[in-house]
């Protein structure tokens, strides 16, 4: 999984690819929170489930170094689910969730998510009551996790012994 | 089996170009469901001419946006939903978008064209069915490697009259099955003398199978 890869802080509203990376790391209880606070009372929409959630494991691969040859690193559980929104017309968004773990409601949280965010009728609500504070949320733990990183740094240096 | 499936789903299979907004839906309720359709289609094998009935277990298919797929019996998108999975590639006699795709998404399975490759065929069109020797028999020390056919008939109790002897019988068996080529009950019975090779065939329609296992020897009344 590349996790360093992209920073969940965009500027501009998120594209899909961003948002994945930011509910696939997004705990359950602020993702709940997040998208009632979304939603602001009203019931999410109906849907139908074409992927029951479902855990199996996953292969995690690695490189040392990044450019080492690939080895199986070890087996994840992920818990993975798609589902369809119920629309009267047009083409309906279709909403999927692939997580490390084994927390279906989770999954399922996520997936009604995307969905969401695919729907314009939610799109804007969505970008802004449940992406930009879950996004703000990771890129503040990762600030803190560096500044606790920047606190032990050790300053090397070599004496040069004078002639 | 799960964790197995969905490796290798995430790993490879590849599920480009399916279409999820008009995706037929599968079980409701996976495990339970496709357990419950392995056992009708056990006692079906087990009873060769028993009319076997695994309906009402699947979301209705007409009403999913999917129209194509209402041609295909539920009780053959029912038995490769339960049987099929990524190491048994499936063969469509003829390109149906709704029932590959499906298939793809909820099983993993591979599609293939080439016949004796497939551990699975729907033959959509009985009457115009492909050489049985065209599919894989099995070798005697893997028979089970045998191809497993399913066919779509117009009626399973309103055809030519057939006695159905052998192994799961009670002396013997009237069955009626409309729709099927002559050619491939001739084809069926030179193959009787390869066993343990052979073919296994279910006869679908609708919600309902008869099965015709590989000892089963079928007289035309």
Known sequence: MSTSAQTPAPAGPATRREWLAILARTPRASMKAALDTALDGASPPEFDWLRAPDIGLAMVRGRVGGSGDAFNLGEVTVTRATLRLRVREGRAAVGIAVHMGRDKERATLAALADALLQTPAFEARMQEHLLAPLAARIAENRAQKQARAAGTKVEFFTMVRGD | ?221
Not at chain 2, 112 to 126: E, I, M, P, R
């Open chain 2, 1 to 221: 089996m799960l964790p197995d499936k969905l490796s290798s789903n995430l790993r490879g299979t590849d599920v480009a170009g399916i279409d999820l907004a008009t995706l037929t839906p599968g079980f409701n309720d996976t495990v339970h469901d496709s357990q419950g359709v392995f056992r009708a289609l056990l006692d079906a094998l087990s009873r060769p001419g028993k009319i076997v009935s695994i309906d009402a277990v699947l979301p209705d298919l007409e009403q999913d946006g999917s129209t194509a797929a209402a041609h295909v019996p539920m009780a053959a998108f029912a038995a490769l939903l339960a049987l099929a999975d990524y190491s048994t590639p499936v063969l469509l006699q003829h390109e149906h978008r709704g029932l590959s795709d499906a298939l793809r998404f909820h099983t993993g399975a591979p599609l293939t064209q080439d016949h004796a490759q497939a551990v699975f065929a729907y033959l959509h069109d009985a009457g115009s069915m492909p050489p049985l020797d065209a599919f894989s028999i099995g070798d005697p020390e893997t028979p089970e490697n045998a191809a497993m056919l399913f066919i779509r008939v117009d009626s399973l109790d309103d055809g030519t009259p057939m006695t159905w002897r052998g192994p799961g019988i009670r002396d013997s068996h009237a069955v009626h099955i409309s729709g099927v080529a002559d050619s491939f009950w001739q084809e069926r019975a030179r193959l009787a003398s390869q066993f343990p090779c052979g073919i296994d065939c279910y006869f679908v329609h609708g919600g309902s199978v008869i099965g015709l296992p590989r000892t089963t020897r079928v007289g035309v009344a």
